[in-house]
């Protein structure tokens, strides 16, 4: 039987085992084997004599389960490298949220690395990126899925400018014309540039036929 013990154990299991069963005052048994009282009040009152797991029972993270979930999307869909999304995070969702927190969030939804979010398909010929001024910007729009603690599931609203990659989000309750136009409202009030293209799937609630409504 193998037994691991901590690097600092001063007592083995067998020795934890006596002090279990053995008579005497907290200071008599400290003494007498050579512990402190706090070792010595520790293995009376386990049941069990084995060393339990260092290991924190509970991610030290700020970050709540629908906020990981958008975090997650925004990584696929930005792109953006681990301190430019959090420069995101922390504007969108979560000011208190740490580098290594975000870090760990992406790790635990399998995209920590920008280069697994690349498509595997080989181009046959490159073509050199096409410069951009500021004020093009891309608009995507994506479900978020549904918490056990809500009703319905939401709509993530992203724009990003090609240019100087400034990002903004809203999150919203549905993807109606209405919503989609104050999404884009309150990007043409927050952003730094002048809005010179924006570039849309061609979902409904873009769709000249909808607003016309």
């Known amino acids: 039987m193998i037994i691991k013990l901590h690097k600092q154990a001063r007592t083995t299991p067998a020795i934890r085992k006596e002090i279990e069963q053995a008579t005497g005052t907290l200071a008599e048994l400290a003494a007498r084997y050579n512990v402190t009282i706090d070792t010595i ?15 924190a029972h509970r991610l030290q993270t700020t970050l709540t389960p ?61 073509k050199p990126f ?40 809203q999150i919203k309750s549905n993807k109606t014309a209405t919503a989609a136009r104050a999404f884009l409202n309150a990007l043409q009030k927050a952003t730094p540039c002048h809005i010179r293209t924006l570039l849309t799937d061609n979902g409904s609630e873009f769709t000249d036929r909808l607003f016309n409504k």
């Not at 009152?45 to 290991?55: F, M």
């Not at 208190?96 to 498509?119: F, I, N, T």
């Not at 603690?149 to 724009?159: G, I, K, M, N, Q």
Request: with cysteine.
């Open 130 to 169: 096409k410069a951009y001024d500021p004020g093009y910007f891309h608009v995507d729009v994506k479900y978020l899925p549904q918490m056990p603690d809500e009703t319905s599931r939401r709509y993530l609203f992203v724009a990003i400018d090609r240019a100087t990659r400034w990002v903004f989000v």
């Open 41 to 55: 009040r520790k293995w009376k009152s386990r049941e069990a004599v084995e060393d339990r797991s260092h290991t």
């Open 66 to 126: 629908a906020q990981e979930r958008i975090a997650v999307e925004l990584r696929k869909i930005l792109k953006l490298g681990l301190d430019d999304l959090l420069v995101v995070i922390r504007e969108f969702l979560n000011p208190a949220v740490s580098r290594s927190g975000l870090d760990r969030c992406l790790r635990r939804h399998g995209v920590g690395s920008l280069r697994d979010l690349e498509p595997t398909a080989t181009v046959k010929t490159s």
